[in-house]
């Protein structure tokens, strides 16, 4: 094998394993975002609590969120990655039972999955298909909890 030939087999190993390498990164970047979110939608559903107790109603925006203990940078990344909530309703309008009643979602969970926060206050991720089939049974169930007032989202 010739000098050239070898620097050029050298050089296109070190491009597929650099370009390898780069998907990995990738992949990690998302979990990590995934993961932020998730976490920062768990502060959400301690928020969405407390606001409750002082209000006795759901917020019905980032300002009282954030007065009642979501942290300002936290309502910033969320509203950056999309997260929209349903407001002024009663945890109590949660016929259904509160860990099956959505609070807040990220916009795209209906066509593509994502986190979600359901009225106990909890937070995890769902596909799009058990994001839809837990909203469709919401609506049936607790109707007032997705009502007109939710203002900003279409659902």
């Not at 050029?8 to 990738?26: D, E, K, N, W, Y």
């Not at 837990?134 to 009502?147: E, F, N």
Request: charged share 15%; proline share 3%; hydrophobic share 45%.
């Amino acid at each position: 094998m010739t000098h050239h030939n070898r620097a050029a087999c050298c050089l296109a190993l070190f491009l597929l394993t650099a370009a390898s390498g780069c998907g990995a990164v990738q992949q990690a970047r998302v979990a990590a975002e995934r993961t932020q979110t998730l976490n920062d939608m768990k502060q959400m559903g301690l928020a969405l609590h407390t606001a409750h107790d002082a209000l006795q109603r759901c917020p019905n925006n980032w300002d009282e969120l954030t007065q009642y203990g979501l942290p300002g940078d936290v309502a910033d990344r969320l509203k950056t990655a999309g997260v929209v909530f349903f407001t002024g309703h009663a945890i109590r309008d949660a016929t259904g039972g509160t860990a099956n009643s959505i609070y807040a979602f990220d916009a795209a969970a209906a066509q593509s999955g994502g986190p979600v926060v359901f009225m106990d206050g909890s937070a995890r991720m769902m596909t799009a298909e058990e994001f839809n089939a837990t909203l469709a049974a919401q609506k049936r169930d607790s109707p007032k909890t997705v009502a007109a007032n939710s203002g900003n989202i279409s659902i």
